[in-house]
């Protein structure tokens, strides 16, 4: 029988990487929720309210996706600096599919947190070991 070996640092950050890709969409949804926001500006919220760090490489191919897919609107307004931004808005559609992937994402959560309950203790218990 095999032992098995605990993945490999670089394992976990793929996984958190691929983690943070499939949260994405429903993460660039929230963000529009409030109202429309120009590309750099979704970008800047993902990062300080969730700590998603973004490239545009990334984003902006999803923002397409996404106004093909009909959940969100697109307009150029110009701006003071001179040059005019794309603002991306959420449809009635893209309203729908945020609050369905947030359901989604609420009972995913809660049923994972409840799985994770007995491992709590072991990562307090290491972050403490962590502090200086």
């Not at 605990?6 to 640092?9: E, G, R, S």
């Given at each position: 029988m095999k032992e098995f070996s605990?993945?490999?640092?670089e394992g976990s950050?793929?996984?958190e990487v691929q983690l943070r890709k499939g949260s994405l969409e429903l993460a660039i949804l929230a963000a529009l929720w409030e109202g429309p926001l120009y590309g750099?500006?979704?970008l800047r919220h993902l990062e300080s309210d969730s700590e998603l760090i973004v490239s545009e490489g990334t984003?902006?191919?999803l923002l397409n996706r996404l106004r093909t897919l009909g959940l969100v609107e697109t307009e150029w307004v110009e701006s003071d600096s001179g040059h005019p931004r794309k603002y991306y808005r959420l449809t009635t559609?893209?309203?729908q599919r945020a609050l369905e992937m947030t359901r989604i994402w609420d009972?995913?959560?809660a049923s994972m947190s409840g799985l994770l309950a007995p491992?709590?203790?072991e990562i307090n218990e290491?972050?403490?070991k962590e502090e200086p």
């Open positions: 605990p993945p490999a640092p950050e793929k996984w750099l500006e979704i984003a902006y191919p559609a893209g309203r009972r995913f959560a491992l709590k203790p290491a972050t403490k």
